[in-house]
């Protein structure tokens, strides 16, 4: 499963994800003919107070039909909601937009989309908890060696400490 923020958003890398068959959820940048479909769009769904969903097939002038799901959000009920303001007409609306090739009910989408998130906590884990951001050794591989180690450690204290009888020793 490939997850990704609007920067990559291409034809190409979205095509060459299809070559290689595999699943995609992809921020989808809202250009001019997106926004127009946006707007078109009508029956949408709400999943929570605030939060409604849609989903449309758009296609780009050179690219092929995919489907994007594409979440409305009131402003006046979530003050701290991220996405773009699109339309005048609509000033207390905020918009995202995601592409993917996933045959998934909207709010499943839309829910393994936004646990991309979790990623930077590990990433500020392994900063603060195992010192990665903090050695640089001379030699390229010596440094790429500790990295693995580190990874090594940090994945047996992940798994282990899921398990509610063992506990974790760890000798340095």
Request: proline share 3%; aromatic share 12%.
């Amino acid at each position: 499963m490939v997850r990704a923020d609007s920067g990559f958003y291409t034809q190409d890398l979205l095509t060459y994800l299809e070559s290689k068959q595999l699943n995609y959820i992809m921020a989808a940048r809202m250009y001019p003919n997106v926004k127009s479909a946006v707007w078109g769009l009508d029956n949408w769904i709400e999943l929570s107070k605030g939060i409604e969903l849609n989903e449309m097939i758009f296609n780009h002038t050179d690219g092929k039909p995919r489907r994007y799901i594409v979440i409305k959000k009131k402003v006046a009920d979530r003050p701290k909601t991220r996405g773009k303001l699109l339309f005048d007409d609509l000033p207390g609306y905020r918009f995202s937009c995601y592409v993917t090739n996933l045959d998934l009910p909207l709010d499943q989408v839309w829910n393994i989309y936004n646990t991309r998130a979790d990623c930077e906590n590990r990433i500020k884990e392994l900063k603060e908890d195992f010192g990665l951001d903090n050695f640089c050794l001379k030699d390229f591989w010596a440094t790429e060696a500790s990295f693995r180690f580190i990874m090594v450690v940090y994945n047996l204290i992940v798994c282990l400490g899921t398990l509610p009888s063992i506990t974790i020793i760890v000798l340095l």
